[in-house]
C-alpha cells in the first residue's frame, strides 16, 4: 500500500463506471465492501437519501491481518477452532494484535483527510460501523455483535475506531454465531459516516403480507421511536413511542399507538455520546409527526418491492425536519441456540428468576454445570433416562434459556408431567404448552414403569433419611463455614488457594444436589395438594385450585413467616427499622441523607444492630447467583436505602413491617373453610399435604441460603485470585477474573502458561455488547426474533394471582436495585423478576407486579406470606406500565388494570 490511498464516497460508489478500471476502483459488492456498506451503496443507487460517508474496503483489513497475525490466528482458521480452549485463546490474541496494530501508511493519510473533510460536515462527529462480508446476507448477520463507535472526532480517535472496529471480528461469540451458521471465512470492511445531529430516531420493521381477494397485499410497519440518537432502542436502555401501521388498499391507518415518557435522550456531546434530560414539555409528547411516520412508511413499501423482506430500517430525523435513512436490511435468518432448531421451544421463565440479565462468563462456567448437571440427576432420580448429546440449558445473549423442547422429550415419559402443569407452575404461556404438547404427543411411558419399582423404592428410601441426611449435611456446612471464614487466604500459597477453589466447587455440587431434592418434593408436594383441590373442593377449576394450593400453605402452618429462610432479612431489617425510629441520630441521617454503609451511621443502637443483620445475612444480595455481584456484606447501599425506605414509612405513620399474623390468619381461615366442606379422608389428605408443602418448602429456602454462601464463598475466592494474577501480569485489573472460567483460574494459579490477558479483553467486549442488547422474549420458538416489541393490547394485563387484595396506586417501575430509593410509599412496584435480595423492598410497596415468576416463583411465595397483593407473570409490564401511572392491582384475579 506505498501508493496514495484515496477512499470514495457513498455517491461515487453508487454511480454507473464508465471504464473497466473505473469499475474495478468503485467495486461495491459485498466482498470488496462488506454487507453494511455494500447495501448503502445499494440505497444511494435507488435514491434514499443516507448520511454521507465512505468505505474502507476489506482487502485493507486483510492485508493488515496477514501482516500482524501470527500464523493460524486468519478468521477462517478461528472458525474453525471455535468453541475450543484454543481457538478462544487464539481470538482473545487476535483480537489484542489487531487493536494495536500500526496501520499502513497510505490508510493513515486517508484517514487524516477525512477526519479533516469529512469531519467538517460533521458538528456532531463521525460513525465507524462494521462491514462483515457475510454481514446482511441471506446467510446470515452480525448485527449486535461488531462493533459501533459514534462521534469520532480527529485522525487519533478515528484510528483507534477503525482497529477497534476490525478486532471485533474476533469476539468469541461472533466466531461462535458464524460459525454456528455455517461461515467459512470473512473479512471486515468499515463503513465511516457522517452522525446526523438527531432531533428524534426511530427504528421501524416493515413487512408485506399476502391478504386473499386483494392484490398487492396488505403492508405491516411497526414503528419505535425516540429524541436523540436511536441506540437507546436497539439496547432496549429506554422505552420508546410504538406505532403500529396498516397499508391495505390504497389507505393507511395506526392500529397502535402507545406515547413512552422519554425523559432522557441520547446526544453527541464533546466526549462522545451522553445522556441528556429531555425537555419537560417533549417527555410525554410523540417523538415523530404524522409526516415523517408516513416517510418511514413509504421507505418501507419501496423496499419491500425492491427485495424480499421483512425490512429493519433505521431512521434519523435532523434539526430542520428532514429525515435520514442510516441502515435498511432485509432481516435474515441467524443460527439456533446451542442445542436447538427451528422448532424448539426456549424459555427463560424459571431460570431468568435466579440468574436475570447478562450473566458473566465465571457464573456461566459454574451455573451451567450446576444446571446440566441438576436437570440430569432430577430425571434419573424418576427414572428417566436423558439422551446423549442433550442441552437443557443455552446462552441466547448472554442469557439463561431452558430448551423446553428437550426437557419435555425427556419429561414425557413421567405420567401426569405434562406442558401444561410444568408450565403453569413456572410462568410459561398457553400457546408454548399447546406447542411442547404436539412435540411429545404419543411420548411412551414403558420405560417409566418398567423402571417403576426400583425408582419407588430408591425415592421411599431417599424419602425416609431426608431429614437426616439435612441434618448431617446442616453440619458439615456449618463446620465448613466456620472454617473457610477463619481461613486467611492471603497466607496461603497459589496452590492453596486454587485448592480452595475447588473445594467450593465440589461442595457446590453437593449444596445443590440437596437443594434439588428439596426442591423437587415441594413442586410434587404442591402439585398433589393441587390436584386433590382441584377434584374436591373446585369442580375441576385449575386455577381456582392452584390460588387455594398457594393461599392454604401461606403462612407457615401459623409459625409465621419467620420460619422461611428467604423472608428473614426482611423481618431482621424490619425489626432494625423499629429501633431506628427510637434513635433521633440515625433516624434524622436516614430521613435526610441515607448512607452507603453501616459506618457511616452515628454510633449507637441502629448501627450496632445492623453490623448484626450484615452479619447474619451479608452473604445476601441482589441477583446473588451472579459470581461479579458485591455481596451486602461489601455493598450495604441496597439495604440502608430499603431501611430508610421503612423509616419514611415509620414515620409518616404508615406500616412498614411484614404482616406476618395477617397471612397465618388468612391461611388458617383459608384451612378452616376447607375442612369444612371435605369428608374425613380429604380432610386428612388435605392435612398431610398442606404440612409436606410447609415442610419441604422451608427445607426448600434452607438450602437455596447455602448455596447462596457458598457462591460467596468462591466470589471470595475468585477474588483473591485476581489480587495474585494481578501482582504477576500487570495487564490483569480488578474484577477480570470474573470473565475467565474455573478452570482457566485454576489453570494460572497452578501456573501454566496462558495468554489469559488478551481471553479477559475478548470476553469483556463481549459482555458489553450483552449487556447492550435487549432481553429477548421470555419465550421463543427457534431463535429469537429480530426486533421484540410486545404487544400493547387495552388497558388490561394478565398475569397470575400470587397474593390475594386488592391495592391502587401509582406505578414505581424499578430495573435495578440501585433504583429503590426512587419507591416512594404507596407505589406498586413493577420489575422483571426478583430474587432474596429485592425482597426487603416488598413491604415497602403498596403492591408488586413481575413479568416472570408462576405460583411457585419466589415472588409469588414471599408475597403471599408478607400479605402483600402481587401479580406475576405480566407480559410486557415493563413497557406498558411506567413511572406515576395509576393502576388497580388485582391479586386476586391476576390482573392489572390501567386506570
Avoid at 443516507?50 to 496477514?66: L, R
Wanted: aromatic share 4%; glycine share 10%; net charge neutral.
Amino acid at each position: 500500500m506505498s501508493e496514495p490511498l484515496h477512499l470514495p464516497s457513498l455517491d461515487e460508489l453508487a454511480r454507473d463506471p464508465a471504464s473497466r478500471s473505473e469499475r474495478r476502483r468503485l467495486d461495491a459488492s459485498v466482498e470488496t465492501l462488506g454487507g453494511k456498506g455494500s447495501r448503502l451503496v445499494w440505497l444511494v443507487r435507488h435514491g434514499f437519501t443516507v448520511p454521507n460517508g465512505v468505505v474502507i474496503p476489506a482487502s485493507i483489513f486483510e492485508s493488515v491481518c496477514k501482516e500482524v497475525l501470527p500464523p493460524g490466528h486468519d478468521v477462517r482458521t478461528l472458525l474453525r477452532l471455535q468453541g475450543t480452549r484454543d481457538g478462544t485463546e487464539r481470538a482473545g490474541r487476535a483480537h489484542a494484535r489487531i487493536r494495536e496494530a500500526k496501520l499502513p501508511r497510505a490508510l493513515e493519510l486517508e484517514l487524516a483527510r477525512l477526519a479533516t473533510e469529512l469531519g467538517a460536515e460533521a458538528p456532531w462527529g463521525l460513525a465507524v460501523r462494521s462491514s462483515a462480508t457475510c454481514e446482511d446476507g441471506v446467510d446470515g448477520s452480525l448485527a449486535g455483535l461488531a462493533t459501533t463507535h459514534l462521534g469520532v472526532r480527529g485522525h487519533a480517535a478515528l484510528v483507534d475506531a477503525v482497529r477497534d472496529v476490525w478486532a471485533s471480528l474476533f469476539l468469541p461469540r461472533a466466531l461462535v454465531y458464524l460459525g454456528q451458521i455455517g461461515v467459512q471465512a470473512a473479512a471486515m470492511a468499515v463503513v465511516i459516516q457522517v452522525v446526523i445531529e438527531a432531533r428524534a430516531s426511530a427504528v421501524a420493521v416493515a413487512e408485506q403480507h399476502v391478504v386473499a381477494g386483494q392484490a398487492g397485499g396488505a403492508l405491516d410497519v411497526l414503528v419505535n421511536a425516540t429524541w436523540g440518537l436511536g441506540g437507546p432502542i436497539v439496547s432496549g436502555h429506554a422505552t420508546p413511542d410504538v406505532v403500529r401501521i396498516r397499508v391495505s388498499g390504497g389507505e393507511s391507518h395506526a392500529t397502535e399507538r402507545v406515547l413512552a415518557h422519554k425523559p432522557r435522550m441520547l446526544l453527541v456531546g464533546e466526549h462522545g455520546t451522553e445522556v441528556v434530560e429531555v425537555p419537560t414539555a417533549l417527555r410525554d409528547a410523540p417523538a415523530l409527526g404524522e409526516a415523517r411516520l408516513a416517510e418511514i412508511v413509504a421507505a418501507g413499501d419501496r423496499l419491500t418491492h425492491l427485495g424480499r423482506g421483512p425490512w429493519e430500517i433505521e431512521v434519523a430525523v435532523d434539526g430542520h425536519d428532514v429525515l435520514h435513512l442510516l441502515q435498511a436490511r432485509p432481516v435474515v435468518e441467524r443460527g439456533f441456540p446451542e442445542g436447538g432448531d427451528a422448532a424448539t421451544v426456549w424459555s427463560c421463565t424459571n431460570l431468568a428468576e435466579a440468574l436475570p440479565g447478562v450473566a458473566t462468563p465465571l457464573t456461566w462456567s459454574v451455573a451451567e454445570t450446576f444446571s446440566e448437571l441438576g436437570f440430569r440427576r432430577a430425571f434419573a432420580a424418576l427414572g428417566c433416562s436423558v439422551p446423549r448429546g442433550t442441552k437443557f440449558v443455552a446462552n441466547v445473549h448472554g442469557r439463561f434459556y431452558l430448551n423446553l423442547t428437550a426437557f419435555m422429550r425427556v419429561a414425557a415419559a413421567v405420567p401426569g408431567l405434562d406442558p401444561a402443569t410444568l408450565l403453569g407452575m413456572s410462568g410459561g404461556t398457553s400457546d408454548s404448552a399447546a406447542l411442547l404438547a404436539t412435540q411429545v404427543e404419543g411420548a411412551s411411558h414403558r420405560g417409566f414403569y418398567a423402571r417403576l419399582p426400583l425408582t419407588a423404592a430408591r425415592l421411599v428410601r431417599e424419602q425416609a433419611r431426608l431429614d437426616e441426611d439435612f441434618e448431617v449435611y446442616q453440619r458439615e456446612a456449618s463446620r465448613m463455614r466456620a472454617a473457610f471464614e477463619a481461613r486467611d487466604l492471603g497466607i496461603l500459597t497459589d496452590d492453596g488457594v486454587a485448592t480452595t477453589l475447588r473445594d467450593l466447587q465440589r461442595f457446590l455440587d453437593r449444596t445443590g444436589t440437596l437443594m434439588l431434592t428439596c426442591a423437587s418434593n415441594a413442586l410434587s408436594s404442591f402439585l398433589a395438594l393441587r390436584m386433590l383441590l382441584q377434584r374436591t373442593a373446585c369442580d375441576g377449576d385449575e386455577p381456582k385450585a392452584t390460588r387455594l394450593a398457594a393461599d392454604v400453605t401461606a403462612g407457615g402452618a401459623g409459625k409465621g413467616l419467620g420460619d422461611l429462610e428467604s423472608a428473614r432479612p426482611t423481618i431482621a431489617l424490619a425489626r432494625v427499622a423499629e429501633i431506628a425510629l427510637r434513635d433521633e441520630a440515625a433516624k434524622a441521617m436516614l430521613l435526610e441523607h441515607p448512607p452507603r454503609a453501616v459506618h457511616d451511621l452515628p454510633a449507637g443502637p441502629t448501627r450496632d444492630a445492623l453490623d448484626r443483620w450484615v452479619a447474619a445475612y451479608g452473604d445476601r444480595a441482589v441477583r446473588e447467583a451472579e459470581l461479579a455481584t458485591p455481596r451486602w456484606r461489601e455493598d450495604q447501599s441496597f439495604p440502608l436505602a430499603t431501611l430508610a425506605l421503612y423509616v419514611q414509612r415509620g414515620a409518616a405513620g404508615l406500616p412498614y413491617a411484614p404482616m406476618l399474623d395477617e397471612a397465618s390468619h388468612r391461611a388458617s381461615t383459608v384451612m378452616d373453610k376447607l375442612e369444612a366442606q371435605l369428608g374425613f379422608a380429604s380432610r386428612t389428605a388435605l392435612r398431610h399435604l398442606v404440612a409436606r408443602c410447609h415442610k419441604f418448602a422451608r427445607l426448600r429456602e434452607q438450602m437455596r441460603a447455602w448455596v447462596t454462601w457458598v457462591l460467596g464463598g468462591i466470589r471470595v475466592a475468585v477474588l483473591e485470585a485476581n489480587r495474585r494474577l494481578s501482582r504477576r501480569d500487570p495487564a490483569i485489573v480488578a474484577n477480570d477474573v470474573f470473565f475467565c472460567t474455573v478452570d482457566e483460574i485454576l489453570a494460572a494459579l497452578r501456573g501454566e502458561a496462558r495468554p489469559i490477558d488478551r481471553i479477559i479483553a475478548a470476553r469483556r467486549a463481549q459482555h458489553a455488547r450483552d449487556l447492550a442488547r435487549p432481553d429477548p422474549p421470555d419465550t421463543f420458538v427457534g431463535r429469537p426474533p429480530f426486533v421484540h416489541v410486545e404487544p400493547s393490547g387495552g388497558p388490561t394485563l394478565h398475569g397470575h394471582g400470587a397474593c390475594a387484595g386488592v391495592v391502587t396506586g401509582p406505578v414505581r417501575v424499578l430495573a435495578s436495585p440501585e433504583q429503590a430509593t426512587e419507591l416512594r410509599p404507596g407505589e406498586i412496584l413493577v420489575t422483571r423478576t426478583t430474587d432474596v435480595g429485592w425482597t426487603p423492598l416488598f413491604v415497602a410497596a403498596a403492591g408488586v407486579v413481575t413479568e416472570l415468576g408462576g405460583p411457585l416463583s419466589h415472588a409469588a411465595i414471599v408475597a403471599r406470606e408478607l400479605g402483600v397483593p402481587c401479580v406475576v407473570n405480566v407480559q410486557g409490564a415493563l413497557k406498558r406500565l411506567r413511572d406515576g401511572m395509576t393502576v388497580r392491582l388485582d391479586g386476586d384475579r391476576g390482573v392489572v388494570e390501567i386506570l
